[in-house]
């Protein structure tokens, strides 16, 4: 497992994001449905919490947690579109899980973006620490792959690249919040090995507390 920093500030949570969390119209009956999940995003004990995709002319993500309701648009989720595949705890600052959805992506790769729901905030997309959307692929083709691991409290990425002597090299870095809603790279994580037989390289694109694809 990866070693994450004990002595963390309280957080200071990011800005809301209008009029705070509330309630929210209905779904159209039309909509397309990516998904529709009860989890236990509270930790109350009971899956009564609410987390939706769907499309009604754009993708959105919605989350209904303990009474309060909000929503993220996400236009360029493009034919993969929006699925919500599960929860887990990849931050350290904010609290609780995570929410892991798949946000778009081309032919041979998805991509990967974490949310997080507070009632003071509402709910965010995790971004990077250039100030980018945070996303990671994963997926592969004939002479590469990229994958995704969750640990406790950071998510990692690698990859690998078939080389003209058919060897295989092999990267990765892993990513933890530094500020709340905020991942940056995690010091030392890097991973960088050259000359491996494709035997050498893991056959789990996704490893994310058990959640699939």
Known sequence: PIDLLDD????????????GCGSLPDIPDDALIGTDLLVDYDGGGVADDRLVSYF???WKLRAEVSGFADEIELPDAGVHGVRVLGLANVGQIMGGDEIIA?????????????FAFHELSCLIRYQHE???????????????GEGIICEDGAIADWGYQREDDD??????????????????YLPASDDYVEGLSFDDL????????GMTI
Do not use: K
């Open 202 to 209: 893991s056959t789990s694109l996704f490893d994310c507390d």
């Open 102 to 114: 798949v946000v778009g992506g081309g032919a041979s790769a998805v991509e990967i973006g974490v």
């Open 130 to 144: 250039s100030g980018d959307d945070f996303g990671l692929l994963t997926g592969a083709g004939v002479m590469w």
């Open 56 to 58: 009604d002319g754009t």
């Open 8 to 19: 963390l500030a309280s957080p200071t949570l990011p800005p809301d994001t209008g009029d």
């Open 167 to 184: 060897t295989y090299t092999l990267w990765g870095a892993a990513y933890h919040e530094i500020s709340p809603g905020v991942f940056g």
